[in-house]
T-cell receptor, first 115, second 115 residues
Framework: GNSVTQMEGPVTLSEEAFLTINCTYTATGYPSLFWYVQYPGEGLQLLLKATKADDKGSNKGFEATYRKETTSFHLEKGSVQVSDSAVYFCALKSRGGGSNYKLTFGKGTLLTVNP | GAGVSQSPRYKVAKRGQDVALRCDPISGHVSLFWYQQALGQGPEFLTYFQNEAQLDKSGLPSDRFFAERPEGSVSTLKIQRTQQEDSAVYLC?????????????FGPGTRLTVL
């Protein structure tokens, strides 16, 4: 079955520091990969996605590259801000087949950015 | 426009009580999903509707869980005879269609606490 393993948190950084949150996956077939973000008191929001190998998803200064050879989709940002403090979830969806609507999530990584 | 809304936002139930959680999807969204998020975990898929048809209920943890979407819009997740292990945040999501390219938009969730 499908599974996602992401870096355990919490992660605490100072403003303008470099961020990496590791994510690896196991999937049957060839999944689409996602990063979701959950700000305090809000619902999950799609941050970025990639649908094929070597694709780079990017949004709001965050990037992640779909690495099929290492089954990874690590999230990076060059300079974090206090407003980036949130919980980040890596997720996947199987492509094609009968259950390509189910999102499988990692456990989430809490990021706190201090001024 | 309005996003996905859920009510109540918080629910406290005594063990053995029945509860009903409501989801109002984005207007016109055909697909609707329920996920369960236990404390410190990522969301896990419960069930999926395409219009009023429940096409997948494989994630429902027991026969005490029941979901419906009778008119293809609002959905209700009902839990009968609640147990302490049912304590979690219940997330609803909707999308225009269900395929792997269609973004799921999440509501803020209902936090259920069973005493």
């Amino acid at each position: 079955g499908n599974s996602v393993t992401q870096m355990e948190g919490p992660v605490t950084l100072s403003e303008e520091a470099f961020l990496t949150i590791n994510c690896t996956y196991t999937a049957t077939g060839y999944p689409s990969l996602f990063w979701y973000v959950q700000y305090p008191g809000e619902g999950l929001q799609l941050l970025l996605k990639a649908t094929k190998a070597d694709d780079k998803g990017s949004n709001k200064g965050f990037e992640a590259t779909y690495r099929k050879e290492t089954t990874s989709f690590h999230l990076e940002k060059g300079s974090v801000q206090v407003s980036d403090s949130a919980v980040y979830f890596c997720a996947l969806k199987s492509r094609g087949g009968g259950s390509n609507y189910k999102l499988t999530f990692g456990k989430g990584t809490l990021l706190t950015v201090n001024p | 426009g309005a996003g996905v809304s859920q009510s109540p936002r918080y629910k406290v139930a005594k063990r053995g009580q029945d509860v009903a959680l409501r989801c109002d999807p984005i207007s016109g969204h055909v697909s609707l999903f329920w996920y369960q998020q236990a404390l410190g975990q990522g969301p896990e898929f419960l069930t999926y509707f395409q219009n009023e048809a429940q096409l997948d209920k494989s994630g429902l943890p027991s026969d005490r869980f029941f979901a419906e979407r009778p008119e293809g819009s609002v959905s209700t997740l009902k839990i009968q005879r609640t147990q302490q292990e049912d304590s979690a945040v219940y997330l609803c999501a909707s999308s225009t269609q269900a395929g792997d390219y269609n973004e799921q938009f999440f509501g803020p969730g209902t936090r259920l606490t069973v005493l």
